[in-house]
């Protein structure tokens, strides 16, 4: 499609540019890249995770009310889900929300753009730190980004006590799967993009706090 040629075309100048002025390190411009964009889209990463937050504390106040009408009309679906419609209406439950779907819709697009632009500009490799070629794989930067994943994914907001391990060993365990054969330069995005989700956790236990 012409329209997204022309979008990863631009990031990939914006990686050009990044790369030139840290003096050719594709690393920093990498992760700068990633920086800019994920922390672009923090605002809308906070509003709409205390949206879902919000949400989660009302389905809390109404669990019993849910679980009494889930009871009485287990044997007619269509009139138990006439019911729960009427009882989220009621309460301000909003599954889809209009400006949260446009967000998660921005989200993947940028995503992928900067995803795209990266792998492009790997054509060349490079090194950066310990990474002696950022266009392969390396062992130490996907042990890393998986602990960064458990790390993020034990700050997030509202998760049961007993659920916490678990939550976060297996994103864990799923990025080390992933990381462990992915390019470098791509799982350094990956690894940038994970701490501003960390720094999203930290903003929102803070607010939770706060309340």
């Known amino acids: 499609m012409p329209g997204w040629t022309s979008f990863v075309g631009l990031l990939s100048v914006v ?39 919000a949400q989660q504390r009302i389905l809390q106040t109404i669990k019993r009310d849910i679980g009494e009408l889930k009871t009485k009309y287990r044997a007619t679906p269509q ?12 309460h301000g439950v909003k599954p889809v929300d209009g400006v949260n779907s446009l967000g998660l819709i921005i989200q993947l697009v940028l995503g992928a753009g900067v995803y795209s632009a990266i792998r492009r500009g790997l054509g060349a490799g490079g090194r950066f730190l310990w990474i ?21 994914s034990l700050l997030g907001p509202h998760i049961p006590q007993q659920s916490r391990v678990a939550m976060a060993v297996l994103p864990a365990l799923l990025t080390l799967v992933f990381a462990w054969r992915l390019a470098s330069g791509v799982v350094l995005y990956w690894a940038a993009s994970t701490a501003v989700s960390g720094l ?3 903003l929102l236990n803070r607010k939770a706090v706060s309340v």
């Open 200 to 202: 999203k956790g930290v």
């Open 15 to 53: 990686l050009s540019l990044l790369t030139t002025a840290y003096g050719g390190n594709l690393g920093f411009a990498i992760i700068t890249l990633s920086l800019i964009t994920r922390l672009a889209l923090l605002p809308l990463t906070l509003r709409m995770a205390r949206h879902a937050q």
């Open 132 to 152: 002696r070629n950022l266009a392969l794989p390396n062992a130490a930067l996907a042990v890393a980004t998986a602990v960064l994943t458990a790390a993020a």
């Open 79 to 90: 009139k138990l889900g006439a019911e729960l419609s009427q009882l989220y209406q009621k």
